[in-house]
C-alpha cells in the first residue's frame, strides 16, 4: 500500500468512525483531556482493530493508556539526556570560561541542538514501532524488544519508514497550523478535531507498521 492509499484508508477509517457519532466524538473530546484514556484509545487503533473502536471499556483504556505514557517516557529518557550532555555542556563550557565568544557559544549550541534533533527523532522512529509492537503482543517488554523492532523496521525499510512518519507529522503540523490561522474559533476547532486526529495518526501508524 503506497502513501496516498494510507492517507485514503486513515481518512475513510476516521470518517466511518466519527461521522454521525456525535456522542462517540464528545466522549473522546473528554478522553483527550483526560489523556491516559485517549492513548488507551489509540492503542486499540493500534492493535489493527476495524472498524475504529467504540469508546467503552474506560477502565482498561485508561491503564492501557498509562502504559503507552510510561513506555513513550522511557523512550524520552536517553533523549533528555543526550541534551543535557551536549545542550547542557555547551552552557557550563561557557560558565567555566572555556567558551568566551557569543558567536562560538551559538554555533556550538546549534550544532549541539541539530544533533539532539536528529537523535531524538531516530528515538521516536523505534518508539512508534515499539509502541505498536506491545499493542499486538500485549507485553510490556515488547516495546523493548530491540531485535524485532528493528527487524520489522528494515522489512518496511528504514528510508520508507521514516519517509511514511515524515509526511504523517507534516500533514498534521501544516493542519493544525491552517487552523490556528483561523480568527476566533481556530482553537476551538483545533480542541473539537483532536479526536479525528489521533484516529486518524493512529490508523495511518498502524498501516505504516503493517506495510512490512
Known amino acids: 500500500m503506497d502513501i ?22 464528545i466522549l473522546l473530546i473528554i478522553s483527550s483531556i483526560i489523556f491516559p ?6 492503542l486499540r487503533i493500534l492493535r489493527g482493530e476495524k472498524p475504529a473502536p467504540e469508546a467503552d471499556n474506560w477502565v482498561k483504556m485508561f491503564i492501557d493508556g498509562i502504559v503507552y505514557f510510561i513506555i513513550s517516557l522511557i523512550y524520552m529518557i536517553p533523549v533528555m539526556i543526550v541534551g543535557f550532555i551536549i545542550i547542557g555542556g555547551s552552557f557550563m563550557a561557557l560558565g567555566a ?5 557569543p558567536v562560538a557559544l551559538i554555533g556550538a549550541f546549534g550544532i549541539g ?3 539532539v534533533m536528529i537523535f531524538a527523532l ?3 522512529l523505534i518508539a512508534i514501532a515499539g509502541i505498536i509492537r506491545f499493542a499486538r503482543e500485549g507485553k510490556f517488554t515488547e516495546a523493548f524488544n530491540f531485535s524485532e523492532i ?7 525499510g528504514w528510508a520508507k519508514y521514516f ?4 509526511i504523517l507529522w507534516i500533514a498534521v503540523v501544516v493542519f493544525y497550523t491552517i487552523l490556528e490561522m483561523i480568527p476566533v474559533i481556530g482553537w476551538l476547532l483545533m480542541f473539537i478535531l483532536m479526536p479525528a486526529v489521533a484516529v486518524f495518526s493512529s490508523r ?5 507498521y503493517d506495510s512490512a
Do not use: H, P, R
Not at 570560561?97 to 565568544?101: A, Y
Not at 528493528?150 to 518496511?156: E, L, N, P, R, W
Not at 519517509?163 to 515524515?166: A, C
Open 4 to 25: 496516498g492509499n494510507m492517507f485514503n484508508d486513515s481518512f475513510e477509517y476516521t470518517k466511518e468512525g466519527l461521522m454521525g457519532k456525535w456522542t462517540k466524538w
Open 204 to 208: 495511518y501508524m498502524c498501516l505504516v
Open 37 to 42: 484514556l485517549i492513548m488507551g484509545y489509540q
Open 163 to 166: 519517509l511514511m512518519l515524515f
Open 97 to 101: 570560561g572555556d567558551i568566551t565568544s
Open 150 to 156: 528493528f527487524a520489522k523496521i528494515g522489512k518496511i
Open 113 to 115: 541542538l541539530i544533533i
Open 122 to 124: 531516530v528515538v521516536e
